[in-house]
């Protein structure tokens, strides 16, 4: 209840989904709102790509939510551009509405598929599958300057202990599928 929930919003034009955003939420926006959907899609173009409005009031709770343009978005799940967004798309999520895009849904799954891909390349030869999920959550912010300073330390394992039923439910047919590994399912183990 306490912490922040945190959506990501995939749009195919940024330009309109900013304008008619901010004819609804106006309030939502920093003071970049005085330049306009125009400039704030171009700002959102720096970086991961990606355009955060956070401490947004919703519903008794904080919220922030991202807007990220469906190119931008796939390029990061295909090539970890930034692993910015593909990194939180390797964590179990809840996706509450996807439109019909076959790129996308290739996407997503050739992201989850390379997260387990890297992993592999820094387990031993028999790891447990909560070693799997540690390494895979771990992706993303192992470049990140925050878990050296200020980041909870056990952020990943905070994320990891409590979701290990998600994470098999994420991972479990891209393991079974996979010629690299053994998959003993019911020992929770990997070779």
């Given at each position: 209840q306490n912490n922040m929930l945190d959506f990501v919003f995939a749009v195919d034009d940024s330009v309109t989904w900013h304008m008619m955003n901010l004819l609804k939420n106006?309030?939502?926006?920093?003071?970049?709102?005085?330049?306009?959907?125009?400039?704030?899609?171009?700002?959102?173009?720096?970086?991961?790509?990606?355009?955060?409005?956070?401490?947004v009031p919703?519903?008794?709770?904080?919220?922030?939510?991202?807007?990220?343009?469906t190119d931008t978005l796939i390029d990061d799940l295909l090539h970890w551009k930034t692993l910015y967004v593909a990194g939180r798309l390797q964590k179990p999520v809840k996706i509450l509405t996807q439109n019909e895009n076959s790129k996308l849904q290739a996407a997503l799954v050739s992201n989850l598929k390379s997260a387990v891909t890297a992993a592999f390349l820094m387990l031993p030869e028999s790891f447990s599958e909560e070693d799997l999920y540690m390494q895979i959550a771990g992706l993303s912010y192992s470049g990140d300057f925050r878990m050296v300073i200020g980041e909870d330390r056990l952020k990943v394992q905070n994320i990891v202990k409590p979701n290990v039923p998600h994470f098999q439910k994420l991972y479990s047919n891209i393991l079974q599928d996979c010629p690299q590994v053994v998959y003993k399912h019911h020992l929770g183990r990997l070779e």
């Open positions: 106006r309030s939502h926006y920093s003071f970049l709102r005085v330049f306009g959907p125009k400039q704030i899609s171009s700002i959102q173009s720096y970086g991961a790509g990606i355009y955060y409005n956070t401490l919703c519903n008794g709770r904080m919220i922030k939510y991202g807007v990220i343009s």
